[in-house]
């Protein structure tokens, strides 16, 4: 049984998606899932894609573990997969070595991420970082732009591709809270930064749901988190550029060097021109509010939202 499990944990290192992992997490009582860190993945660039392509074979291939079945023959689908001997091998120590700790930023929309946090990404080379959008994965623009600036940040990431059209009508809260559990699922994280509960401008609906979704799946164990930060920015509805809020909780000053290498981002990998709003904006301040607990972002999150 102890070989089932540690088999079981080399596959479950290598699930980018995470709901693979969280429900075999589940179902195997397994508490030590981990994704595999980038710093591995650029060390054996040979071997990163083959294992992709083992899991996308074991994601789309193995029916989902049924509870009724003993665990043993729950791995035995697993262990055939292994067989192929299609899987470069990731020695388990040098993962369990690497010291960092997790963050997680979860954003509407490519892009999102370098505006409101970026420099703060920048600074903290000390964490693991996933970066993962709601919207924009089949964008045939913004997709592939996006993957240049998670490589430039030195993170791993995932797009979904939640509606997001002009009209910006609601999506179900479900929806909205599945995805966001499915790109955070399987890891703990000692950090996760999202949207503001009014987003950071006068608007954008997406913003303003994928931070419901955050604080509601913090707040019902759906996330595994120590510390949660929103993004605390207002443009006076539309009277100025985005801004850090008076009431934000902590506030960074980017030196000129990282605003400057922040806007690189915007304008050269995303591709926005020097008088888009996207680059006027990209602040040189960056604001927080951050909670420690669940009960707080969930009591701090509705007033603001009121406010
Ligand atoms: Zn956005």
Redo the contacts with the bound molecule.
Sequence with gaps: MRRVLEILELLLIIDQSGLFSSNFRREFRLSRVRLLPPRLSRAEPAGWPKACLVFHYGFHSLPLPDSRVPTEKRAEPMLRLLQQETMTSIPLVEVRLDPRSRAAVV???P??ETLWCGGYILTHPEFLWRIVTLCRAADPDRAPRFRRVLQRLGAEGEMADLDDGPDQAPLPVEQVQETTARLLAGTSYNLILTHGPKGEYTR?R??EECCQAVVELWRSGGIDAKRLWLFAYEDGCRAYLPRVRNDADRRDVLTGGIWLEKRHLITDLYGFSPDSWEAQCTPREEGFWCFDSAQAADKATLLIARD
């Design positions: 954003v509407a929309h892009d999102d954008h997406r913003h």
